[in-house]
């Protein structure tokens, strides 16, 4: 006799193909039933039967789409009727949205052999898709996922589509951005006024403009890109100039993984990553090209990513990109965002054409609308793992799966590498990338992701968490928003929170986070913390010695400032005297104006941040006195390790009590760095000393605190544990003297990742 059996699917389970797997499995099985999708996923139900419908129950999940998530698998009785076939039925609509969204996906191997046979009707199609890849978040307007709410809804199917949308078999039943030369988007090219050009291929019309020089704007899946020929350093140049870009590295995408290993060095894991359905940027090393004549010049120009030994790499993610590349047979192109620097990428063809302009000299565009900006992903490889620096597409708006139940929580992050995060029981649901909130269009960018994320999941939050700092434009906006309850969140305890939290830890922790700025509880600005903590509270257990920063936001641009206050608290006037190549470099009068504001406390707030240290230190042996952007400095002391590492003796940091913790005196470590610039000591072996002294003075804090409070967990967090080594060796460091070491991968170590730990410490908080 047969049964009847309901079925519910939560996760990842629209916009993957899981309908049509669904399908096929249970015709496979000869069963009759059902399959819609739902607000909270798909529903099923399959009669049959009792032990061919157990082996279908089993067969499932175990062999889900590979873009398919499952998160959770209910089963239930229900009365046997009269189906004799498995239908696929409308999304049922009125439920409160729970189904999980698809990231923006990769074009498929499927779909590329399509689009380069001459003989498949989609040859050379633009938009060329499947159930398995192509556009999902960036054009959705709701869920469930179906074609009428997406910004494909304007493109009505052609009778060939519409058979494939209908047939099992096919690997486009039930693909919602189905479409193709008939029925679909198309692709024009504009010059810089916003005119149609008359180009018979305008793609093939984009790469000879390129090939000769010009930038051009490409419409992508989150966004335009500015592009340039990225061996052409005068293209590269003229893109810096008119971006205003001075020296931040641009990103280049490779024609294929065999372009990538010509400039660059791959492992195994980045080889992964850059073949990844998500593709993000993937930082890697340069290849430096030798011949028998000795080291040639690199063939992507110097100005891609003047003064780094990394590029950031990714590989062609849309048809578009792939038939760019096979007209210019280019070997790599700068895809830079297509913004003025510290705006929200551009996304309508309009507005492109306005802001973008005066950057771009010609717009490769099409007619399919994006809803959402998403800037491309950034990953960089450390430890054997790949870790995220900016997770935007490819990965948004995949949840971070938590170890609890958390009510409808907004965190706000912070200013810098602004995210925000819904909760919604055991997700938290992290934003794309909004960038740095320091003009209105960032502003706008903030506000249309916080109403955006709000709508598509339908969650209401009654509880609102923020950063301490009252002048951040995210704090001001939590502070204003009428109807919740607000919590602020210490910036550094939410980031050990984010890390505990991807962790799934409990209890109380050591933390460590190390970081460029965050408003402490005292007003002054922390930066080289050792935290413990839970997700309730925390206790400011040691931390770097504090110092004025004379000029407050101008000692972050000019780190040139950080160097004379560090040498002026230890040493007095009388580092004046000392005869190394920064002091004999000083502007005096200036040096004196400076001396004045730190001997008045005029203008120059306290900090204790690891970030204005490296900022001291790279000043001090002559890398960087002004930067350009954020963590130049401290990138560029990095970059100046040498490759492989020396045996040298770490600089001292004296550890001394201080009311019930401990302080990380810098005075010997400075004192025996100036001894190494007097002794003419190169700046890599400085560079090395200096990073080994900062892993060994925390390390031993830590111990210190492990004796005093018989915690043995340790959480590292903050944006300086994006420095490779930094990271590597403090991991190790702290391995060896028995620590369980938690970091970061998921999400990122960086202010990307605040608002995540904001959620769960304002979860705690309010319990």
Not at 163 to 184: K, L
Not at 200 to 219: Q, S
Not at 284 to 305: C, D, F, R, T, Y
Request: negative net charge; hydrophobic residues 45%.
């Amino acid at each position: 006799m047969d049964v009847r059996k309901a079925i519910e699917v939560s996760g990842l389970v629209q916009g993957v193909g899981f309908r049509p797997y669904v399908f096929r499995l249970a015709n496979e099985h000869h069963l009759a039933g059902t399959i819609a999708n739902t607000g909270a996923g798909v529903t099923i139900e399959v009669q049959g039967p009792p032990e061919i419908v157990e082996e279908f129950v089993a067969r499932l999940p175990a062999e889900a789409p590979p873009l398919a998530r499952i998160t959770g698998v209910s089963v239930s009785e229900r009365p046997s009727n009269g189906d004799r076939e498995f239908r696929i039925l409308g999304s049922r609509l009125g439920e409160a949205p729970r189904a999980l969204i698809s990231p923006d996906v990769a074009v498929c191997a499927d779909c590329l052999r399509e689009l380069f046979d001459p003989a498949d009707r989609r040859f050379r199609y633009p938009f060329i898709n499947c159930t398995n890849c192509g556009p999902r978040y960036t054009i959705v307007r709701g869920i469930p996922y179906d074609r009428a709410r997406t910004s494909m809804s304007v493109f009505p199917l052609c009778a060939a589509c519409q058979r494939e949308y209908d047939d099992p078999a096919n690997r486009r039943f039930h693909a919602q951005p189905n479409a193709c030369w008939v029925c679909g988007p198309r692709v024009e090219l504009w010059d810089a006024e916003g005119r149609p050009l008359e180009a018979a291929d305008p793609i093939a019309e984009a790469a000879a403009r390129l090939r000769a020089g010009d930038v051009v704007a490409v419409k992508g899946l989150g966004g335009f890109h500015l592009a340039a020929e990225a061996t052409n350093a005068a293209a590269v140049e003229r893109l810096r100039e008119r971006k205003r870009r001075v020296e931040k590295p641009f990103a280049i995408m490779a024609a294929n993984l065999a372009r990538v290993a010509q400039f660059c060095e791959l492992d195994d894991a980045s080889r992964e990553l850059l073949l990844s359905a998500q593709r993000p940027i993937v930082l890697l090393p340069k290849l430096v090209p030798s011949s028998a004549e000795g080291k040639q010049p690199h063939p992507i120009a110097e100005a891609v990513a003047p003064g780094n030994r990394c590029l950031g790499v990714f590989l062609p993610y849309t048809p578009l990109h792939y038939l760019l590349f096979a007209a210019g047979d280019f070997p790599a192109l700068v895809m830079t965002s297509g913004n003025v620097s510290e705006e929200p990428i551009a996304i309508d063809n309009r507005e492109a054409d306005e802001r973008l302009r005066d950057l771009a000299d010609f717009f490769l565009v099409h007619n399919r609308d994006i809803l959402l900006r998403s800037d491309d992903s950034v990953v960089r490889v450390s430890g054997g793992r790949p870790r995220q620096w900016r997770r935007s597409r490819g990965y948004v708006p995949v949840p971070v799966f938590l170890h609890e139940e958390l009510p409808p929580i907004l965190a706000v992050g912070g200013e810098l590498k602004n995210t925000i995060c819904l909760t919604r029981g055991t997700q938290a649901f992290l934003s794309q990338h909004i960038g740095d909130l320091e003009n209105a269009e960032s502003y706008r960018f903030f506000e249309e992701a916080v109403a955006h994320l709000e709508r598509i999941l339908e969650i209401e939050p009654r509880i609102v968490a923020y950063d301490l700092h009252p002048d951040y434009f995210a704090t001001r906006w939590a502070l204003a928003r009428d109807g919740v309850e607000r919590v602020g969140v210490q910036h550094h305890h939410a980031h050990i929170a984010a890390c505990m939290a991807e962790n799934h830890l409990d209890g109380r922790v050591l933390g460590l986070a190390l970081d460029g700025t965050g408003y402490g509880t005292d007003g002054t600005v922390w930066g080289g913390e050792v935290l413990v903590a839970d997700y309730r509270d925390f206790t400011r257990a040691a931390h770097l010695d504090t110092v004025p920063m004379p000029g407050a936001a101008a000692a972050i641009h000019e780190p040139w400032r950080m160097a004379v206050s560090y040498l002026y608290r230890h040493f007095g006037r009388a580092f004046l005297d000392l005869d190394i190549p920064f002091v004999r470099q000083l502007d005096r009068a200036r040096v004196e104006v400076l001396l004045r504001m730190l001997e008045r406390g005029v203008n120059s707030p306290l900090t204790s941040s690891c970030g204005r240290l490296f900022d001291a230190v790279a000043a001090l042996v002559g890398l960087r006195e002004r930067v350009n952007y954020e963590a130049q400095a401290a990138i560029e002391l990095e970059m100046a390790l040498p490759e492989t590492p020396e045996r040298h003796e770490a600089y001292p940091l004296a550890i001394v009590s201080d009311a019930g913790g401990y302080v990380l005196d810098t005075g010997p470590l400075f004192a025996s760095l100036l001894d190494d610039l007097q002794r003419g000591r190169p700046v890599g072996t400085i560079s090395q000393r200096f990073h080994d002294g900062l892993v060994e003075g925390f390390a031993r804090a830590a111990v210190l605190l492990r004796e005093r409070t018989a915690l043995d967990r340790i959480c590292l967090s903050g944006g300086c544990f994006q420095n490779a080594y930094l990271l590597e060796q403090m991991t190790s460091h702290l391995a060896a003297a028995g620590f369980k070491v938690f970091t970061h991968a998921e999400v990122p170590a960086g202010d990307g990742g605040l608002s995540l730990g904001q959620a769960l410490v304002a979860a705690h908080r309010l319990r």
